[in-house]
Every structure is written in C-alpha cells, then in structure tokens.
C-alpha cells in the first residue's frame, strides 16, 4: 500500500467515521462556564434590582427626609436640621422607644414558645389531619390587621367578650372588659404574628428525622426529655429566626396597639403614624421610622452574629 492509499485511512482514525467532513473544533468548556456564570449574575441581578428599588432607594429617602425642616400648615422644605433627631432623643421618646423593644420581646418570647410544640405535634401528624390545620393558618394570614384589632376588641370587651362566658360558667362574679390594656395588646400581636412563626418553623421541624426521637425513647429518654434534648438543638436555628421574625414584624405594628391599648401602651410605631399622618410632621416621623429600622437592623445583627460565633465554639 502507498502513501496515498494510507491517507484517508489515517485522517479516518484521526477524525473518526462518524465525524462530517470539514466539522470545527470542539467548542471549550470555559465558554460554556462563561455563559452559565453570566446567567447566574443575571438572576442574582433582578433581585438585586428589586431591594435597590424598594428598599435603599425609599431607605434613602427616608433618612434624607429625616432632617428636613418642617413648615407650618403641614409642608416641609429641604434642609439640613438636627430638631427632628433631638427632639426624639428627648427622655419621652427613649421611654417609649425602651418600652416598644420590651413589648415586642415579650411577644417574640410568647409566640415562639406557643408556636415551636405545636409545629412540631404539626409536622409528626398525618397528612389528613395536618393539611387543614396548614390551610387555617394559611387562611388567617389573609385577615387584615384591622379585622384582628377589632375583632379582639369584641372578644375582650365588656358586652359580648370573653368575660360573658366566664360570668355563665361561674369563675366571675360580673363581666368586664379586658380591654385597652397591654394584654390585650400582646394577645393581638401574637396572634397577628403566630402563623408567620409557623411557617419559619414548619419546614426545619419536618425534617427532623423520626429515627432520631425513636432512638432517643428506645434508650429510654421520655417524650418531653427527648423535646428538650433532640428536637430542641436541631431546631435552634430555625426557632432564632422565628423569634426575630416575630420581633421586627410587631415593631413595625400599629393598629393593634392602637386600637386594644392605651395611650400607655402604644408603640413607638403608633407614634409613627400619628405624626405622619395627624400632626402632618413628615420630618419627625421619617426620623422615628428610620430609628425604628435601624433597632430592627441591631437586633438582628446582633443576634445572627451571636448565633454564628457560638456554632463555631461548638463546632470547634
């Protein structure tokens, strides 16, 4: 065989059988991680976008605002003054602002400790019994913060509340109402709250494995040991999240401290609206909303730093 004979039958093993004549170079794979890495910025970019637009931008505003100066007949002008920030820094608005943070806690505390046991008897039910339990409590989230307000008004009042029933079974002597007062207050804002503490807890709590709790009743461990021992622990994460998912969702509430509490008990956000939108002082209300934002942002802070370091003590 010749030279030329061989030709074809190298560039065939070279080139393969299958390949068509005059076909390119492979295309590099470091173009198509390029393009990936550029899909993958492009979804990272649109909710970027999104917390730019409605979130620093108003952030912005709100901050510049803040130090604007208020005109009389409820106008302001820009400028660059400092009586908003001091007249918040006065002893009332630190008493009220102390006291918000204190309410709030004390509703965190309350709704995450109501709501971690029953999420957890929640996800170890049977999906017959537990998806119209999911469905009320998705159901509740639909109810606005004024048919809460008013609704509890009705069920702590003195007429057709809760005292009635009581007065029936014989516990009182007399109805009376149980509202304003900060009870009502707190039961109005965990209950605004409770179904948004489900919800952070439910999937973490789901994926516990039952191995785990059945090991720990096989060594003899009781239901509640094994709580506080298993599930516990595992569910810390998800149980901090949901207290500070409680905690910045009722700062931010208005309505139901205004509606079941007394002027006593209002939170710094009651004050909130009623400059903004009674005394028409934008500048000081931007002041104590922005306040209110940056407490949120501390807290949070704080407690995700707190956290982190001691998951690395314990993991070391």
Sequence with gaps: MTDLDARPLDHEAETGPDDPAGAGPEPSPRAGLGRLRWRERALVLVPALVLVAFFCVPFALMLATSFYRRVQGGFYEPAFTLDSWARLFSDFYIGRTLYSIRVCLLVAAITTAVAFPFTWFLTRMRARRQVPLLVMILAALTLSEVIVAFSWNLILGRSSGITNILVWIGLMDAPKALTPGLGAVVAGLAYIAFPYCVITLFPSLKRIDRELTEAAGTLGASPSRTFRTVVVPLARPSVLAAFLLVFVFTLGSYIVAQVLGRPEHWTLSVFISDQALFNANVPFAAAMAMLLT??????????????????????S
């Design 294 to 315: 940056m407490i949120s942002l501390v807290v949070v802070g704080g407690v995700s730093l707190t956290a982190a370091r001691r998951a690395r003590l314990e993991a």
